[in-house]
Structures are given as C-alpha cells and as structure tokens.
T-cell receptor, first 112, second 115 residues
Framework: SQKIEQNSEALNIQEGKTATLTCNYT??????LQWYRQDPGRGPVFLLL???NEKEKRKERLKVTFDTTLKQSLFHITASQPADSATYLC???????????WGLGTSLAVNP | GAVVSQHPSRVICKSGTSVKIECRSL??????MFWYRQFPKQSLMLMAT?????????EQGVEKDKFLINHASLTLSTLTVTSAHPEDSSFYIC???????????FGEGSRLTVL
C-alpha cells in the first residue's frame, strides 16, 4: 500500500540555522508533492507544490527538492526563526480527483 | 491565497445530539471540497469528498449516515455529525481547491467535544 514517512521525532534547531525535513514515500509514483504548515489547533496552510519533473522549488526562505528515484522530498527552511516553529506536513497526490495522501508531519522547534 | 472559512471553531455537545459544521469558500467557487478528521498526533484522515450538486463520495470505513455532507452551492459545504457520541470527538477540517490540481486551502478547523 502507499506509504509516506516523515521524521517522527521533533526537530529542534537554533535560530538562524537551516532546518531540513524529510519526506519519504513507497509504492507510489506521485505526479506532485506538497508541503504544508500546521499550527496547533489550526488547519494546514499550503507552502509549496513541486511536480515530478521538477527537481527543486524555492519560495523566499523555503526550498523543496523532489527526487523521484530516491522517492524522497527534502524541505529546507533557511535562516530559521522562532516563528517557523510548527508541524510541517508532506502530502502526495493520490492520482484520483485531487485526493492527497498525508504524512504524520514533523514538529519543528526553532529556539531563540 | 484563497480563503476558506469554517464555523464553529469549537463545539461541545451532549451525546445523542447532532452538530453541523459549515465550510465556506470566501473568494472563489469550489466545486469540490474535502472533509478531514484529525486525532492528536495523527495524520489528516480524509473522510469524504463533497461535490456541488451531487452526493458526496465517502472514504472506506466512514459511515455516510453518520456524517451527512451537503454541498448545496459553489461556496458552501456542510458536515453534520448525527447522533454524536464521545468517540466522534475530534478535530474536523474542511478544504477546497481552486483548480484541477494544486494546493488545498483549509478552513480553521472545528474542535468537536461530545460529552
């Protein structure tokens, strides 16, 4: 069955450093992959979408890579700030009517 | 980005009562909306896909008579949890997309507590 794995343990980093989060998937070939941010008690907020034919995508301090051979996406936040502290979710298209398959998310804490 | 509004954000009800949650796309038309459920430290679980003007498509294991979905207009979908029980307590979130593929815009979520 299709499976998505994200770093299960919380990631703690120092302000100003680069945070790198991992999303691995198996038994699937998604046409695109997305990253979302979720704060406690709130709905997810879209960050970036990367298609299968794109290697890398950037948006301000965010960078996403997509390696379809390794079946892995990396999400980077450069010059991290305490306000970046949140849970980050990886989602893949299920190939069917815009449904997405979701990872459990990785909790990021940026310490001042 | 597009805005999706969800109401109420929190609701507490007695066991056996029904609760309605509204999801509105404020600045775009959404022919399709998605309803999710999320337990603490768990992934988003898709419950159903709400289609404007037609019946919702439910995921396997989700009781359609328990979770009634109505998508009467291009900007409004409702989820009614009927005869709620404590095990229905959860965080319910709706989402919508503007295009054929692409990002989902989520509502703020609704925390349901059934006593």
């Amino acid at each position: 069955s299709q499976k998505i794995e994200q770093n299960s343990e919380a990631l703690n980093i120092q302000e100003g450093k680069t945070a790198t989060l991992t999303c691995n998937y198996t038994n699937y070939s998604p046409a695109y992959l997305q990253w979302y941010r979720q704060d406690p008690g709130r709905g997810p907020v879209f960050l970036l979408l990367i298609r299968e034919n794109e290697k890398e995508k950037r948006k301000e301090r965010l960078k996403v890579t997509f390696d379809t051979t390794l079946k892995q996406s990396l999400f980077h936040i450069t010059a991290s700030q305490p306000a970046d502290s949140a849970t980050y979710l990886c989602a893949l298209d299920a190939g069917n009517n815009r449904k997405l398959i979701w990872g459990l998310g990785t909790s990021l804490a940026v310490n001042p | 980005g597009a805005v999706v509004s969800q109401h109420p954000s929190r609701v507490i009800c007695k066991s056996g009562t029904s609760v309605k949650i509204e999801c509105r796309s404020l600045d775009f038309q959404a022919t399709t909306m998605f309803w999710y459920r999320q337990f603490p430290k768990q992934s988003l679980m898709l419950m159903a896909t709400s289609n404007e003007g037609s019946k919702a498509t439910y995921e396997q294991g989700v009781e359609k008579d328990k979770f009634l979905i109505n998508h009467a207009s291009l900007t409004l979908s409702t989820l009614t949890v009927t005869s709620a029980h404590p095990e229905d307590s959860s965080f319910y979130i709706c989402s919508a997309s503007e295009g054929a593929i692409g990002e989902l815009f989520f509502g703020e979520g609704s925390r349901l507590t059934v006593l």
